[in-house]
Structures are given as C-alpha cells and as structure tokens.
C-alpha cells in the first residue's frame, strides 16, 4: 500500500515537477513576478521614466530591474586568424545593460554566475556570457544554435553592435537552463547606452520582485489603470510563459494520473486476493460465528476495516516519506533534467484526494471478497463442505 501511495503521488509530482521547476526557475531567473516589456513593433518601451516612478512609489515592489537589450555579435578567436579567408568564430545574440546590483536583487544573476564572477559597476570592458553561447560549457545547445570556440574566463571576444567593434573581456560565464538566460550576454547599462546613443533611458525590460505576499495581477491593473498599457506589454510572470508550461503539466498530469490508476487497480487487487484468501482460510470459523448468531454484516465489516487498516497504514508510511524525507531532498537538490531542475510537485490537498481514493478502492476490494464468503452455507461453512 505504500508502494502504491508513492506509485500516485511521487510519479505524478515528479513529472509535474519536471515542468514546474522549469517555470519556477522562469520567474526566479528572468521574468520576475512581473516584466514590462516594449510593445510589438517598437523598439524600446516609451514612457520607461514614468514606469519606474510609478514602481519605485509602490509599496508591493520590493525591487526592479531594467533592462537594455541591443542585437549583437559575439566574435571570438580573431587574434588567432592567419588568414582573412578563415571563417570567423562569431555568434549572434541579444547584448542585455543591466544595472548589475538592481538585477542580483531581482533575479538572483550574480548565483548564476558559475565560472568567473559577476559584473560590477562601472565595469565598461567586461562581459558575461551565457552558458549556451559556448561550446566548452553547454552540453544541451539546440542543434543548429551557433556557439563559440575556446573561450573562457578572461578571453577576449569582439562585441559588434550598429557596424562598431568594442574587445571585451570575459569576466563571467552563467549557468542556467533557461533560453532567456542561457542565450545572452551581460554588459554594464551605461556601457550600452554609450554604444548605442541612447540618451532617452528607454528600456526594453523591467522586471519586478514584490513583496512576499503580494498579486501580480493587482500590480499590473495599477500599471493599466495608471495608462501605462499603451506604452508597453505589461505580464505576469503566468502570462510572460505563455500556454506552452500549462500545457505540458497538464499533459504530464494526465500520464501521471494514468500509471496512478494503474498502480490503483493493482493494489485494488492485491487486497481483493489477501482478503479473499483470509477469508476463505477461516471459512468453518465464520461459519461458526454466523452459527452462534453473530451478524454477517458485523463479518463483513471486520474484513472491510483490516483493508483500512492496511491503506491507512500504508499511506500514512507513504505521506511521511513524500513529506518528511523526499520532498524537502528534491526542493534542496533538485533532478538535473536537460532542460530544467525538477522538483517534486506535491501538494497537501492533491495528496489528500489521491489517499482517499487509496482508501475508497481498498474499501471495495477488502468488501467484495468478505461479501463472497459469508454468503455461502453456514453448515457447510462449520463443516468444511
């Protein structure tokens, strides 16, 4: 019975927590609780001065990040070319400005840093990269993704933004499995400004941390009654994912539920057989309390309260060691899948429904097979016939 406790609970949280991990990471790395974002078509987010204000005043925010993305290039090796008909080492990819300390508070970059360390301010030649920019330090590229040879920290690399060069050097290499993270370098925000002539403060990203406790969605209906809709897209750390994390737990949730049944049906079974072979071996002795007048029904119910007593039991074991072992492990030393950290998914609400169903199937079948014996014969019961 604890085996088939864990059969529903633990696969199913584990496959809903290989999603789950992924869109936590989403939140915690990048988006924030809430991103503002420049409208379709535009190139930068109009009214940025009037958006921060507006954060800055708030008293669910508890730190904002912006941000200043520009396309570029990434050109590495070129001090090693021999001849002008050598291919180049180059890869395209969004040059993020950030404000080093303001975007550690909300999204954690500087714990992301895995080789090197992280900017500082005032840093106008250094550089981080991620981690799926690099051949030597990505083991999951997409294929077809373009990636850098031989570079590490304090390599230099070109960065080429509007037809200009600039060398840097690389101070940092992030590790991170997100796309947003993973496929991006990190410059200083005045550094890009300076690169690209942005003189209005226009960003492209602002990602917000709120307090513990606080909605997103009453944050972003301040920020569209406030009018600041028409200037920018304004998400929810749900909404910046799109369909795609709902879909795929919804999914897994559905494969999870189907091995839960099965695991269900089989220990249903597993009953059925021990109640029914108890049963039959004390056939005469039932037999003989039907004769001295003992109620079936009374028969029956001590039967239907053993298989309790082995589903209770069983998953009791099984909550304690999803909840007491398993589930702070994974939330501490979460799977390293490809594409995300897992963790498992368990809720305290979903695992009670999941232990009465354990409990409604163990019923049925402790029933069934005490109701079969006790029908038959009282004399032939008592004299074995």
């Known amino acids: 019975m604890m085996l088939t406790f864990?059969?529903?609970?633990?696969?199913?949280?584990i496959l809903i927590g290989l999603v789950q991990g992924s869109s936590e990471a989403f939140r915690n790395r990048y988006s924030g609780d809430l991103i503002?974002?420049?409208?379709?078509?535009?190139?930068?987010?109009?009214?940025?001065?009037?958006?921060?204000?507006?954060?800055?005043?708030?008293?669910?925010?508890?730190?904002?990040?912006?941000?200043?993305?520009?396309?570029?290039?990434?050109?590495?090796?070129?001090?090693?070319?021999?001849?002008?008909?050598?291919?180049q080492d180059e890869v395209g990819a969004p040059i993020v400005g950030i404000e080093p300390d303001l975007e550690n508070q909300v999204t954690g970059l500087a714990s992301s840093v895995k080789w090197g360390e992280?900017?500082?301010?005032?840093?106008?030649?250094?550089?981080?990269?991620?981690?799926?920019?690099?051949?030597?330090?990505?083991?999951?590229?997409?294929s077809g993704d373009e990636t850098l040879e031989n570079v590490e920290i304090g390599s230099k690399v070109r960065l080429k933004i509007n037809g200009y060069s600039y060398e840097m050097t690389v101070r940092g290499i992030l590790d991170s499995k997100i796309q947003e993270v993973s496929r991006r370098a990190y410059v200083n925000a005045n550094f890009l400004k300076k690169l690209t002539n942005r003189s209005d403060n226009n960003a492209n990203e602002i990602s917000v941390r709120l307090i513990q406790?606080?909605?997103?969605?009453?944050?972003?209906?301040?920020?569209?009654?406030?009018?600041?809709?028409?200037?920018?897209?304004?998400e929810t750390w749900e909404e910046a994912q799109g369909s795609f994390f709902k879909d795929i737990t919804n999914t897994f949730g559905m494969l999870g539920a189907v091995f839960g049944a099965i695991g269900l049906i089989v220990a249903s079974i597993t009953i059925f057989i021990v109640?029914?072979?108890?049963?039959?071996?004390?056939?005469?002795y039932i037999g003989i309390l039907k004769g001295i007048g003992i109620h079936g029904l009374a028969i029956e119910l001590s039967y239907i309260i053993q298989s309790l007593v082995y589903a209770i039991l069983g998953s009791g074991l099984g909550f304690a060691l999803v909840f007491g072992m398993m589930k702070p492990y994974f939330e501490k030393n979460p799977i390293d899948f490809p594409f995300s950290d897992g963790i498992l998914a368990a809720s305290l609400g979903g695992t009670m429904f999941r232990i009465l169903l354990i409990l409604l199937a163990t019923l049925i079948a402790g029933y069934i097979p005490a109701r079969i014996v006790i029908k038959g014969n009282t004399l032939d019961a008592i004299l074995g016939r």
Do not use: C, M, W
């Open 36 to 87: 503002v974002k420049e409208l379709p078509q535009k190139y930068y987010i109009q009214n940025t001065s009037g958006i921060l204000a507006s954060l800055n005043t708030n008293a669910s925010v508890k730190a904002f990040s912006a941000r200043y993305i520009k396309s570029g290039v990434l050109e590495a090796n070129y001090r090693t070319k021999t001849n002008e008909a050598d291919r």
């Open 118 to 142: 992280y900017l500082t301010y005032g840093d106008e030649d250094g550089i981080i990269l991620g981690n799926h920019l690099l051949a030597g330090y990505s083991n999951s590229t997409p």
């Open 213 to 234: 406790g606080a909605n997103p969605k009453d944050l972003e209906k301040e920020l569209i009654l406030a009018g600041f809709d028409s200037s920018a897209l304004i």
């Open 275 to 284: 109640v029914f072979i108890n049963a039959i071996t004390r056939k005469k």
């Open 6 to 13: 864990l059969n529903i609970v633990f696969v199913n949280g």
